[in-house]
């Protein structure tokens, strides 16, 4: 039976084959998006489900000190509804959220903040992309209205020059990196701006090796130099963009000599690349986490936007602006309403008139408030007191992994939803155990905005439940008490027919009959509608119908070396493993990767005496970790690498939770370290 790939946001059709209850193989479909491919997660990955780590029923801490004990689905749920009622009744809808799962299916997110909002009056509702691409939402937004891949990855094949910023492809989206180094093989060109030698730098025909933290600051000087070169899309920018005089007074610093400067990389460099972006019509932007989870992330993938605009490479085959999502579901996690400002189809909560559609279809009044953004939210306890966590690991993945531990111990009331044990399992006070991808039916949306099935080809084991059952469950008893409405759809079909229903431009015209085949890509409003592929071809999703300019400009990290912390730490991920390592970490994978290695360069390595293999201390000013070195010229001098995978050498104990004001994104991507030998 086929369903998708529960890992990155490429949404592969894979096609398990089983044998006594166990995966004995993984074949690929052979449709899109992935034609028969897969890397190495799909095809070995799958087995987590079977670990002897699952979540088997469900248990309830009877106050703060006491241990969990096991009980039944009826006294946890009950106990779940009552605390959250009490903290309702005596603080009010702000002391409360609820973060749904990118890796839960589009109708468990739907329901989950439907419980939210409806039921407990919260916007306090968020998920892991505050993480990753709040940054890109943010700029997007702003400047096109959408906040998604413009473009569909079979574009890629049209493609003539690619503009990789900040993406580790090879490794993070494998099959997207295979297509467009398949492409380049073709004779497509291929810019890379990364610190790190990575597999898609290798593949490149040029390659920007920029210090961390400084791609603003050589995206305004390509910009910069377009303009003086005239290499613009005049008629593009006076027919489809608004403020352009504005932002281009604002690019008056930002001049090569300087740009060499900030960034290291040759001015010579900068303009050809600058030139050859500019000159190319069907050239497409691709990025990651390299260039979002940075203090002024909104701000660089603003600089990113613009320069699109000022070429005229949005609304056009074979380009645009494509933002890689990383959870398999973080895409639909978003369209289904999972941030704290917007409701499904990213209608405004504070917009009356979108609150209306929406209080009709739930009959009940909604808060007009935005609520907390998931940083924020564990910044608020305790005045927050209660959170519904749902498939996370915020011990694992949030940076400063000691201030949150310290700050879920204050935590007056949490419950754990999952399907493994994890690092934050311990600080919960419900746990109920949710069914894997292998176990459910439902819906995933992918990287380009193509929604497909998820097939249940297991039973749950134990007293796991799917998270759309819980959900409902925990939600028919606060409907209740509260005297709300409630449905109690019999399946997640019913729940997507809801959603059709409450946005219909999006995604009315997608049944699960259509999805039999291949998937469908929003937005599509009719059953005969094919699914948009292109955004943004004709208007823009403005009030003006026009894309918005907007001047950004360059501040340094909020960390930067010392002689104490004379090195820079970037932390990412790496093609065996996931996130937080609670899926791979116990899948087979396990075995290809056992152990966090931490990239050191030679120079680095040879003044400190540090051997390849060597077991050393990264130490930054919030804590110190232990880690196998891998001296390699991957890295840059004076940058190290680690893979934030291993919940017993957590790379986010160092990391610093300093935030971008704008998505409230930590910095990932830059904090001081020095390394220590044993
Ligand atoms: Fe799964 Fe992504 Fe690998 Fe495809 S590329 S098999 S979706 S992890």
């Not at 897969?38 to 799958?46: A, D, I, S």
């Not at 390509?222 to 303009?227: G, K, S, T, Y």
């Not at 948009?532 to 894309?547: H, I």
Request: proline share 7%.
């Amino acid at each position: 039976m086929r369903t998708t790939c529960p890992y990155c946001g490429v949404g592969c059709q894979v096609e398990p084959r089983l044998k006594e209850g166990r995966i004995v193989e993984v074949r690929g479909a052979e449709i899109p998006p992935n034609h028969g491919a897969l890397c190495v997660k799909g095809r070995f990955g799958l087995d987590f489900p079977f670990s002897g780590k699952r979540l088997l029923y469900p248990m309830v801490r009877e106050r703060k000190g006491a241990p969990l004990r096991r009980a039944t689905w009826e006294e946890a749920l009950d106990f779940a509804a009552r605390r959250l009622l009490e903290v309702l009744g005596r603080r009010g809808p702000e002391a409360l959220a609820v973060f749904p799962s990118a890796k839960t299916t589009n109708e468990e997110v739907y329901l989950a903040q439907k419980l939210a909002r409806a039921l407990l009056g919260t916007n306090h509702v968020d998920h892991c992309s505050r993480l990753c691409h709040s940054s890109s939402t943010a700029a997007l937004s702003r400047s096109l209205g959408g906040a998604s891949m413009t473009n569909p990855l079979e574009d890629i094949w049209k493609t003539d020059l690619f503009l990789v910023v900040g993406s580790n492809t090879t490794e993070t989206h494998p099959v997207i990196g295979a297509m467009i180094k398949k492409r380049v093989r073709q004779g497509a060109q291929m810019i890379v701006v990364d610190p790190r030698y990575t597999g898609m730098a290798e593949a490149s025909t040029l390659w920007l090796r920029v210090r961390p933290g400084t791609d603003l600051f050589l995206l305004n000087a390509m910009a910069r130099f377009i303009l003086e070169e005239g290499l613009w899309d005049r008629a593009y920018v006076e027919a489809r963009t608004e403020g352009f005089a504005e932002w281009r007074a604002s690019l008056e610093a930002y001049t090569l000599e300087e740009a060499e400067r900030i960034t290291g990389v040759e001015k010579e460099k900068i303009a050809l690349a600058a030139r050859l972006y500019a000159t190319t019509e069907r050239a497409g932007t691709y990025w990651a986490m390299g260039l979002t989870q940075h203090t002024k992330g909104t701000a660089t993938v603003q600089a990113l936007v613009n320069l699109a605009l000022l070429t005229g490479k949005v609304g056009k085959e074979g380009a645009g602006l494509n933002p890689l999502r990383g959870q398999n579901n973080v895409q639909g996690a978003g369209d289904m309403g999972a941030l704290p400002d917007v409701l499904p189809g990213y209608w405004k909560v504070a917009d009356q008139e979108a609150r209306r559609r929406f209080e009709a279809l739930w009959a009940t009044p909604l808060n007009p408030d935005p609520g907390l953004r998931m940083t924020e939210v564990y910044e608020a306890i305790p005045e927050v007191e209660a959170i519904y966590l749902i498939g996370e690991d915020p011990v694992t993945s949030e940076p400063h992994q000691d201030h949150l531990k310290a700050k879920l111990e204050r935590l007056p009331f949490l419950i754990v939803q999952d399907i493994l044990e994890n690092e934050t399992t311990p600080f919960a006070d419900v746990v109920l155990p949710a069914a894997s991808f292998l176990e459910e039916d439902g819906t995933f949306t992918n990287t380009d905005r193509r929604v497909q099935r998820v097939r249940k080809i297991l039973d749950p084991p134990g007293e796991a439940r799917p998270d759309w059952w819980i959900t409902r469950e925990l939600g028919k008893r606060l409907a209740q008490a509260l005297g709300r409405p409630w449905s109690l759809h019999p399946g997640p079909e019913a729940i997507w027919e809801e959603i059709r229903q409450a946005v219909p431009e999006m995604v009315g015209g997608i049944t699960y009959r259509r999805l039999e085949g291949e998937g469908v890509r929003w937005p599509c409003p009719q059953e005969d509608h094919p699914g948009e592929a292109v955004l943004f071809r004709q208007r823009f999703n403005t009030p003006s119908g026009k894309a918005r300019f907007i001047p950004v400009h360059f501040t340094p990290p909020a960390e930067t070396p010392s002689e104490e912390y004379p090195l820079v730490l970037s932390t990412g991920r790496v093609l065996y493993h996931w996130h937080g390592g609670t899926l791979s970490r116990n899948s087979r994978l396990q075995e290809a990767y056992p152990e966090l290695k931490v990239e050191v360069n030679p120079k680095d390595a040879g003044r400190l005496g540090i051997h390849d293999g060597e077991i050393i201390q990264v130490v930054s000013r919030r804590g110190r970790i232990r880690a196998r070195a891998w001296v390699t010229d991957r890295t840059p001098e004076g940058v190290v690498y680690a893979p934030f995978h291993f919940a017993e050498a957590p790379a986010n104990r160092l990391t610093l939770d300093a935030l971008d004001p704008t998505s409230r994104i930590p910095e990932y991507k830059v904090a001081a370290v020095r390394l220590e030998k044993l």
